[in-house]
């Protein structure tokens, strides 16, 4: 169990120094690492198993698991909105195509309504 | 506890040790080179679970689970973090 939870935590730190730009990054980091202290605390939990261990490790697990998507995903779309490159070979960016649209029917509302008024 | 030397455990123990080091060495490398800002934050992330990783390694080679909480504090300390640092950029890219 410490064996693989190193090796998720080596596959993360590989990850960030390999990939090439925020976005891949962010995604090594998340899901490794989350992998990585999951397994951790399945080593704690068998190494010295107590009801106290038991309760705050599935505490700590079941939280990880939570937050790590969304924290990474706000940083995501904070970047994306920085405009920050992404690096060659993307085929789609959906969040660009929504914000884009948007903003046009922001501009169309204001044009309208300023024509009203 | 602590574990008698040359048994799987304390290699497991040792390699798990080395593994996170590489780790906080990786996430400094990113600091240092990171070309943008949330490459910094999301370092912030990587060495919260690095730091999570030692602490649950000590808590085995110890044997003192009271440690537990440690990491349980870091994992919620580092999310409202992330959380924040998240907001403030999205800020300064509506006051551009």
Known sequence: MIILGSLFMLVAALGVIRLQDVYMRMHAITKASSLGIVFYLLAVIISCFSWNTLIASVLVMVFIVATAPVASHMIARAAHMMGIPMSKGYVMDHLRRDLDKNKTEEENAGVSGGLEA | ?96
């Open chain 2, 1 to 96: 506890m602590i574990p008698a030397p040359n048994t799987v455990l304390s290699f497991a123990l040792n390699f798990s040790l080395v593994c996170l080091s590489l780790t906080y060495l990786a996430a400094l490398y990113r600091l240092i080179r990171g070309p943008s800002i949330p490459d910094r934050i999301i370092v912030i992330d990587l060495v919260a679970s690095a730091t999570i990783g030692i602490v649950l390694t000590l808590i085995i080679i110890t044997g003192e689970t009271i440690y537990i909480n440690v990491a349980l504090v870091i994992a919620l300390i580092v999310f409202m973090g992330t959380v924040a640092f998240a907001k403030y950029l999205k800020k300064t890219v509506k006051n551009d």
